[in-house]
C-alpha cells in the first residue's frame, strides 16, 4: 500500500460492502485541505485494524464517494499493548506526550491528576482537542487502530484500576532500572503492560509508596534528570525497542 | 550533592582558588530571578565534568561573590561519546531536539542542510537562543560538561567530516535496524558514535547513498512513521540504554 497515500480514520457505520461515505472532517480534508479529485486515492481506517485503499468516486458539497480497491491488515500496530499513565502536565507537554506516544506505539492514555499536578482539570474543548491530536498522530504514523483517550482519574483510582505488569518512573529509584526490569519477568514476556509517569514536580514518597503496594514497580532511567515528558517518551522507546517494536520483528 | 540545588554553567576564569565571582545571566539569575541571599548555596559547574558546591558571600549590583565549599566530578556525564547530526527542523521542533537530546546525554550538535528542509539558515541570534537552550536543558539535567553546538554544515560536508561510527535514520531501511545494529560492531563497542537525522520530509535516495559510500550504516526504526523529532529522540533513547546510560550503571 502506497505509503504516501492521506489516512484517514472514519467510523465502521460508513462503509456499506464496497461503498463508502467519508463526510464530516475527513471529507472537509480530502475535498478543501487537499482538494483531491474523482480518481484520487486514500488509505481509510475504521478502527479494525484493517486498512482499506480506497478510491474516490464522487464528490459533493459535504460528502465523499469511495470505492474500496482493496483491504490489508495495517502493520502499524505494535504486537505489545502498552498503556501510559499520565499525570496531567502544562498543556503543550501533556499534547506533546500524547502525539509522541502515539507514533511509538502506545494503545491507551489514562490521565491523573496527582499531589504534584499544577494544572487544572480539563475543559470538554480541551479533551476534543486532545482527541483530535490522537487522531491526527495515528493518521501520520500508520497506525491502524484509534489509540483511546480514557478518562481523567486520580492517582489512587490509577493504582487501584491499572493492570498488571506496571512500572512507574521515579527518579529516586536507585536500586532498579528499567533495563533490568524490562528483562527479567513478568516484564520480559508481557504482551500487555502499563507505565505510570509523574507530573512536572514528580510523585510524592507516599504516592511512590501507594504505587508499591498496588504491585506497580518503581523504576529509575539514570543520573541525568530528564523532564517529566522526556521520561516519559524515553520510557517509552525503550520499552518498544525491547519488545521488538523498533524493526527487529 | 543536593539534587535540587540551582545549577550554572560560568566560564573557568571566575574561579580563583575557592573564591569565585560570578557576573551576568548567571548573576541575574541567582540576585533577580530566584532572589537567593547571602548563606544560599548553588551549584557552579565550569565544563571541566566537576561540580562546584559554592556558598553566596555577598552580592552588588551585578556580581555574586561566593566561596566553594566542596567539589566532586558530577553524575550526569554519559561515558558514550554521541554525536547528533541533525538536519535543520522548524523552528520549535529543532528546539526541542536540542532540548531533548542535552536531557538524555547528546555530546555534540551538528545541524546541516539536506535537499529536503525546508528552513532558512539560522540567524545569529536564532543561535544564541539554541546555545541558551542547551545551557539551560544541561543545568537542569544534571549535565557536568556543556554539549557543543557546532556550525551548520551541508550535509555532504556532514558525510565527509563525520567520525565513525555512524548511523542514519532511514524509513526506507527494511533490511538492518537500529536494534540488531546496536547489539553488532563496530557500533557494540563504540565509546563514541553519531547518529544522523534528516529534516521533516526525510533523506532523499541520494543522500542515502552518499552517506553509505562515506560508511554511514543505515537503520530503520520499525513500521510506524515517526516524525523527524520523534524518531531522534527514540534513536537517542535506545542508544543510551544500550549504552547503559538509562541506570543500568
Same mark, same amino acid.
Given at each position: 500500500?502506497?505509503?504516501?497515500?492521506?489516512?484517514?480514520?472514519?467510523? %465502521?457505520?460508513?462503509?456499506?460492502?464496497?461503498?463508502?461515505?467519508?463526510?464530516?472532517?475527513?471529507? +472537509?480534508?480530502?475535498?478543501?485541505? &487537499?482538494?483531491?479529485?474523482?480518481?484520487?486515492?486514500?488509505?481509510?481506517?475504521?478502527?479494525?485494524?484493517?486498512? +482499506?485503499?480506497?478510491?474516490?468516486?464522487?464528490?459533493?458539497?459535504?460528502?465523499?464517494?469511495?470505492?474500496?480497491?482493496?483491504?490489508?491488515?495495517?502493520?502499524?500496530?505494535?504486537?505489545?499493548?502498552?498503556?501510559?499513565?499520565?499525570?496531567?502536565? %502544562?498543556?503543550?507537554?501533556?499534547?506533546?506526550?500524547?502525539? %509522541?506516544?502515539v507514533e511509538l506505539g502506545i494503545t491507551g492514555f489514562i490521565p491523573f491528576?496527582?499531589?504534584?499536578?499544577?494544572?487544572?482539570?480539563?475543559?470538554?474543548?480541551?479533551?476534543?482537542?486532545?482527541?483530535?491530536?490522537?487522531?491526527?498522530?495515528?493518521?501520520?504514523?500508520?497506525?491502524?487502530?484509534?489509540?483511546?483517550?480514557?478518562?481523567?482519574?486520580?492517582?489512587?483510582?490509577?493504582?487501584?484500576?491499572?493492570?498488571?505488569?506496571?512500572?512507574?518512573?521515579?527518579?529516586?529509584?536507585?536500586?532498579?532500572? &528499567?533495563?533490568?526490569?524490562?528483562?527479567?519477568?513478568?516484564?520480559? %514476556?508481557?504482551?500487555?503492560?502499563? *507505565?505510570? *509517569?509523574?507530573?512536572?514536580?514528580?510523585?510524592?514518597?507516599?504516592?511512590?509508596?501507594?504505587?508499591?503496594?498496588?504491585?506497580? *514497580?518503581?523504576?529509575?532511567?539514570?543520573?541525568?534528570?530528564?523532564?517529566a515528558e522526556t521520561a516519559g517518551l524515553a520510557a517509552i522507546s525503550v520499552?518498544?525497542?525491547?519488545?521488538?517494536?523498533?524493526?527487529?520483528?
Amino acid at each position: 500500500m502506497n505509503i504516501t497515500m492521506h489516512r484517514f480514520f472514519i467510523s %465502521k457505520e460508513s462503509f456499506a460492502g464496497d461503498n463508502v461515505s467519508i463526510t464530516g472532517q475527513p471529507a +472537509y480534508q480530502i475535498t478543501r485541505v &487537499l482538494r483531491l479529485k474523482r480518481g484520487d486515492r486514500v488509505t481509510l481506517l475504521d478502527d479494525t485494524g484493517r486498512e +482499506y485503499e480506497t478510491a474516490i468516486e464522487s464528490i459533493t458539497h459535504d460528502t465523499v464517494q469511495g470505492k474500496v480497491i482493496a483491504n490489508e491488515p495495517g502493520i502499524g500496530e505494535p504486537k505489545i499493548s502498552l498503556t501510559l499513565y499520565q499525570a496531567l502536565l %502544562k498543556t503543550d507537554k501533556f499534547e506533546f506526550v500524547l502525539q %509522541k506516544g502515539v507514533e511509538l506505539g502506545i494503545t491507551g492514555f489514562i490521565p491523573f491528576m496527582s499531589e504534584r499536578c499544577v494544572v487544572r482539570k480539563p475543559s470538554e474543548s480541551r479533551i476534543e482537542r486532545w482527541h483530535n491530536i490522537i487522531r491526527e498522530a495515528a493518521e501520520q504514523s500508520r497506525r491502524a487502530r484509534l489509540p483511546v483517550l480514557y478518562r481523567l482519574v486520580s492517582f489512587t483510582e490509577a493504582c487501584e484500576q491499572m493492570n498488571k505488569p506496571s512500572l512507574i518512573l521515579w527518579e529516586g529509584e536507585k536500586s532498579r532500572n &528499567l533495563a533490568v526490569t524490562m528483562k527479567s519477568e513478568p516484564f520480559h %514476556k508481557a504482551s500487555a503492560l502499563s *507505565v505510570f *509517569v509523574g507530573p512536572e514536580g514528580g510523585f510524592t514518597p507516599a504516592e511512590i509508596e501507594l504505587a508499591r503496594r498496588h504491585g506497580i *514497580v518503581s523504576v529509575g532511567l539514570g543520573n541525568r534528570i530528564l523532564r517529566a515528558e522526556t521520561a516519559g517518551l524515553a520510557a517509552i522507546s525503550v520499552i518498544m525497542y525491547e519488545k521488538g517494536e523498533m524493526g527487529q520483528k
